[in-house]
């Protein structure tokens, strides 16, 4: 057994072993050091990298924001303050720090020059992408840089680094930003450079890590009492940069883990066969999870036991409310009818045919509601961005019946309300209404503020 043992060890250290194709020590750090300078030639390929980027996402194009992020140099002294941290070379970490500064100044300002002079002034979904951060952008920047540390300590670096480049996304959170200063939209801003800036610290100390890993050679002092300033001055760069970082980061998981109980609850206890859930939301302030569903009513029973089981979600501290739409008895109805006429002696055919007629209109009427409720879930963090006064959103369709034809046809609704104390003036509804028209691809489209 500890033969075997030995032998699965050894398999695993011969294809877990980077020292046959690692690039020297030296060679690694001294093509890092160069690639933190940002003058001359660098300089100017970050600021048409950062034209490219601001063109992609002002037309919503993918290709055009990857070819950006390929070649912006913006890695460089990010990757360069990962390194100083990690062998304590103070004097490259304050010259990463001054080039990191300087790039980030700069592709701000660069981009608030272009989307200033645009004639292109819609928000796209690339660029309302940048604008709320996620634990995925974490986890992303912390692993893309612990590939691109790696992948610099080796020889055959092949496509790692622009994939590196790519997945990190450095470049349109500042276009973003840039965007952000240009509109006057301070919550664009900030949420795309608190995106930049997680980008930042992780790929940082990705690298740090790395480094660690790696056993890169620190450097050393002749002078015992300057090496210990030098590493207290590192050290309180590494704290004081994590501890934002930390926070934001903790706020992002539980965030996302509230999220999904609230997924797995409404999927695993209120939806059933017939019933077609519209919207929800959880509402802080009065603690209250909020349920919209159209179809077969929900019964009190089964909201009881719902309601009950709320804790083994996490959801203790919410009551829950379903507002329910009408019910969706037409199918009953239609097997009854069929009985009727079954009795009467009717020709089966025309009854068969009514009856998938009938039901096609249901399958319709279905999918306008599963339309309405994607378009909410797809919506919702635009909504979040552009008209942060709101605080929950229901999209639905109304019957309008006229009463001299009897003509029926459906018409789209939104449903908002406001946090408390604030409203929606004359000017933003106005502004609202026709974003929604234009978003749901709707002529009409009726605004009820709660």
Not at 102 to 117: D, G, H, K, R
Request: aromatic content about 10%; some cysteine; overall charge positive.
């Amino acid at each position: 057994m500890n033969d075997s043992f030995r032998k699965v060890i050894i398999l695993l250290k011969k294809y877990f072993n980077i020292r046959s194709d690692r690039e020297s020590e030296q060679d690694t750090i001294n093509e890092i050091t160069r690639g933190v300078n940002f003058q001359g030639s660098n300089l100017w390929i970050l600021i048409f990298a950062i034209f490219l980027a601001s063109l992609g996402l002002n037309v919503n194009s993918t290709a055009v924001i990857i070819g950006a992020m390929l070649i912006s140099p913006l890695m460089g002294p990010i990757v360069g303050m990962g390194l100083a941290v990690g062998i304590r070379d103070f004097d490259l970490a304050k010259r990463s720090l001054r080039n990191y500064l300087t790039a980030t100044v700069i592709s701000i300002l660069t981009a608030t020059v272009y989307f200033f002079i645009s004639p292109l002034s819609q928000e796209q979904s690339e660029l309302l992408a940048r604008t709320s951060p996620t634990l995925y952008d974490v986890l992303i920047a912390l692993f893309g840089g612990a590939a691109g540390i790696m992948a610099l300590c080796t020889k055959g670096k092949g496509n790692v680094i622009p994939g590196v480049a790519i997945a990190t996304a450095l470049m349109p959170p500042l276009c973003t930003a840039g965007f952000g200063l240009a509109s006057g939209n301070i919550s664009y801003f900030l949420g795309a450079f608190y995106l930049f800036f997680i980008n930042t610290v992780f790929i940082a100390f990705a690298t740090f890590l790395g480094v660690k890993m790696l056993h890169f050679s620190q450097k050393q002092f002749l002078d015992k009492s300057r090496e210990k300033k030098v590493t207290r001055y590192i050290l309180s760069i590494v704290i004081i940069t994590m501890i934002p970082a930390a926070f934001m980061t903790l706020n992002i998981v539980n965030k996302s883990v509230f999220d999904n109980n609230v997924n797995n609850f409404i999927n695993k206890e209120i939806k059933q066969s017939g019933t077609q859930i519209i919207s929800y939301d959880a509402n802080k302030s009065d603690s209250t999870l909020r349920i919209v569903a159209v179809g077969k009513e929900i019964s009190d029973t089964a909201i009881y036991v719902a309601q009950e089981r709320m804790p083994f979600y996490k959801l203790q501290n919410y009551k829950l409310q379903i507002i329910q739409g009408t019910n969706s008895n037409e199918l009953t109805h239609l097997r009854e009818e069929f009985m009727i006429h079954n009795k009467q002696n009717i020709n089966y055919s025309q009854v068969i045919q009514h009856d998938r007629e009938s039901i096609s209109k249901l399958q319709e009427d279905l999918l306008q509601y599963t339309k309405y409720e994607t378009l909410g879930q797809e919506i919702k963090e635009e909504i979040k961005t552009l008209f942060p006064k709101i605080e929950t959103l229901s999209l639905s369709t109304l019957n309008e019946i006229n009463i001299y034809s009897d003509s029926v046809s459906k018409i789209p609704i939104a449903v908002v309300s406001c946090f408390e104390k604030q409203s929606l003036n004359k000017e933003e509804q106005d502004k609202l209404l026709k974003w929604l028209k234009a978003r749901t691809k709707s002529e009409q489209m009726n605004l009820i503020l709660k």
